[in-house]
């Protein structure tokens, strides 16, 4: 058996719509996280490959757990997770949570209703926020927040990458019964521009999502880690933009990511806002009270 390793897409934390460990993040919680980070992405890597089998995808994903488990040493990624977690005497819960996730990519291509996309992002998503902030210390307290704004950005992600996920995974996130509504069809998302009801159908997911992320607007305030609630609101801001982006555009036919240029000035615009509440003890205000 090869490693999982040689099965990665060649995707880094620098290629994701967030930060992941950037410097903002203290230094001594940057290793742990890019431990997490990166068994996280070699799984996922592998629940996405479009060559390899489904059962071999889900050998690969027992062995990744088996062996994160303390079960052997012949896969990397696991194993220097596995080593800090130790370190931190943490338990394994968050990565264990997400190679859930990763097994329903490899057998469930298609979501019938919005319960079950956020039933997915319990999985696939909200173990990464909480994992950050178990790493840094923080109050359970602060998960619904961090679910909630780690599902806007899971589900951002559905939407933005839409049509790749049908044409190359034959894979859709979008909830049937919301395509229905619109009167739109899974087969429509092959093509190169979206057909209105297919539009009308994800121009209200992302007003379904942009809620999700106004919940998650709590987080930064109850986050105590300066530098992490800087961390989260750069995250807030990115997740904002882009689902302002999908409220009007097309996914199919048009951008819907930031370029180099956004994500720097929506970094330090967010790091701004939040060192500016924190000065003034100003507390989270959603987009609806701000009249946005």
Not at 106 to 130: F, Q
Not at 194 to 219: F, I, N, W, Y
């Amino acid at each position: 058996m090869s490693s999982a390793g040689d099965l990665r897409s060649g995707k880094t934390h620098r290629d994701e719509n967030f930060p992941v460990a950037s410097w903002i993040i203290h230094p001594r919680h940057r290793a742990p996280i890019l431990a997490f980070y990166n068994f996280v992405r070699t799984a996922d890597d592998i629940a996405d490959h479009s060559q390899l089998p489904a059962d071999e995808k889900l050998r690969y994903l027992d062995v990744l757990e088996a062996e994160l488990l303390g079960k052997g040493d012949t896969q990397a990624e696991a194993v220097r997770l596995r080593n800090a977690l130790a370190e931190r005497g943490m338990p394994p819960r968050h990565a264990l949570d997400l190679l859930t996730a990763f097994r329903m990519d490899v057998t469930k291509l298609r979501y019938e209703n919005w319960d079950e996309v956020i039933h997915y992002c319990r999985y696939s998503a909200m173990p990464v926020g909480r994992f950050v902030l178990d790493v840094h210390g923080e109050s359970t307290s602060t998960w619904p927040a961090s679910d909630a704004l780690c599902a806007g950005l899971q589900v951002n992600n559905h939407l933005q990458d839409c049509g790749k996920d049908f044409r190359e995974l034959n894979r859709v996130y979008l909830p049937r019964d919301a395509l229905a509504a619109s009167g739109a069809s899974v087969e429509e998302l092959g093509a190169r521009k979206s057909s209105p009801q297919m539009l009308q159908c994800l121009h209200a997911l992302a007003v379904k999502t942009e809620a999700l992320l106004d919940e998650g607007r709590a987080l930064a305030p109850q986050v105590r880690d300066f530098r992490l609630g800087l961390e989260v609101s750069v995250i807030q801001a990115f997740a904002d933009k882009i689902v302002a982006m999908l409220r009007v555009r097309d996914p199919l036919s048009e951008r819907v990511h930031l370029s180099p240029l956004e994500l720097l000035a929506y970094s330090f615009g967010g790091m701004a806002g939040e060192i500016a509440r924190r000065a003034t003890g100003r507390g989270p205000q959603s987009k609806t009270a701000a009249g946005a």
